[in-house]
Every structure is written in C-alpha cells, then in structure tokens.
C-alpha cells in the first residue's frame, strides 16, 4: 500500500465516520463511491469493503453517545438489525449475481432519490423558518 492510498483511505474514513456521527448516514454512502472512484476498485469490491468496514465495533462509539443523550430506540433497531441480517444476506447474493453496471446504476439512483427527497424536505424546513 502506497503513502497515498493509505492518505485516501484515511480521508475516506474520516469523512464516513463524521458524516455518519454528523447525519446518521449510512457509512456506505461516502465510502462505496470513494472507493470506487478514487481508488479504482470494482462495485462489488467495494460494496464488500463497505459492509467490512460498518461491522466492525467502533460504531458503537457512535451509538454510545447517542444512547447517552436518550436518543437511541432500542427496540426498534433490535427488529431493524435482526430482520437487516436476513436482508443483507440476501442482498449480497443477488447483487453478486447482476453485472456490475446494474449495480452502479442501482446505487445512483437510490442516492439520487434520497438526495432529491432530503433537499426537498430541508427546502420546506426553510420555508416554514425552521431554524
């Protein structure tokens, strides 16, 4: 691994972990794109590094401060995170079936949408002065 890659590596998690902490994203969305584009690999490559990546326990980092300020809804992310299980499970094996620019396409699309709806409902906060 050259000092570069591992400088983009580092940057890619910073601003994953922060926008995670910051918004509630889904690492995913900053990291499949950064290391698709910037380091080359292949969707479902980094789609597998992504998921690698959020298991991993520093989340729970995140979720302790959360928790600690009442802000975490247990039984909700229970059902969400058993029933996630099954999904990811399925998903990664249909995923590894479909060609790679299905994928691509996919995964623009959805950002796109989320994208198109968040700044809609962020546009109607600042009409109502929601400050």
């Known amino acids: 691994m050259t000092f570069q890659t591992l400088i983009i590596l580092t940057f890619i998690g910073l601003a994953a972990g922060m ?5 509630g994203i889904g690492g995913g969305v900053v990291i499949v794109p950064a290391l698709v584009f910037l380091l080359g690999l292949s969707q479902h490559q980094a ?7 959020l ?3 520093v989340l729970v980092l995140a979720v302790f401060n959360y ?3 009442g802000n975490v809804n247990w039984r909700f992310g229970l059902v969400i995170a058993t029933t996630f299980i099954i999904g990811a499970f399925v998903g990664s094996k249909i995923t590894l079936r479909l060609p790679e620019a299905w994928i691509k396409l996919i995964f623009g ?4 949408y989320v994208s198109i709806q968040m700044m809609l409902s962020g546009y109607q906060g600042l009409k109502q002065n929601e400050f």
């Open 55 to 57: 298991s991993l326990p």
């Open 109 to 112: 699309l959805l950002m796109a």
């Open 19 to 23: 926008l995670s902490g910051l918004v």
């Open 67 to 69: 928790w600690k300020t």
């Open 47 to 53: 789609q597998g590094t992504s998921l690698f990546i």
